[in-house]
Nanobody, 118 residues
Framework: QVQLVESGGGLVQAGGSLRLSCAAS????????MGWYRQAPGKQRELVAR???????NYADSVKGRFTISRDNAKNTVYLQMNSLKPEDTAVYYC????????????WGQGTQVTVSS
């Protein structure tokens, strides 16, 4: 059983920064990807950024150059550094871990609110 605990959300003015953290506990297969998704009111959940256990990253076009994802494999923790925040970044941010077993399994955090005021 994998549990994810997120922290770091909050209210920030446009142009500001926030750092999200997500710590995973339990049995995580060494091959996995950790990432962040977000869901704004009335919109579908979308991928923000993800990073594999090998360090391969990918980002949504809307956050490239502003957000940076990183991870500490020893701590099973993933981080999302968000800079130059915009009001359109306002959403609930969810941590997700996909474990590359057969079949793959995904685990989700409870979500953390990020609100960017203009």
């Amino acid at each position: 059983q994998v549990q994810l605990v997120e922290s770091g959300g909050g209210l920030v003015q446009a142009g500001g920064s926030l750092r999200l953290s997500c710590a995973a506990s339990g049995s995580i297969f060494s091959g996995n990807a950790m990432g962040w998704y977000r869901q704004a009111p009335g919109k579908q959940r979308e991928l923000v950024a993800r990073i594999t256990s090998g360090g391969i990253t990918n980002y949504a076009d809307s956050v490239k150059g502003r957000f940076t994802i990183s991870r500490d494999n020893a701590k099973n923790t993933v981080y999302l550094q968000m800079n130059s925040l915009k009001p359109e970044d306002t959403a609930v941010y969810y941590c997700c871990v996909v474990v590359f077993t057969i079949p793959p399994r995904d685990y989700w955090g409870q979500g953390t609110q990020v609100t960017v005021s203009s």
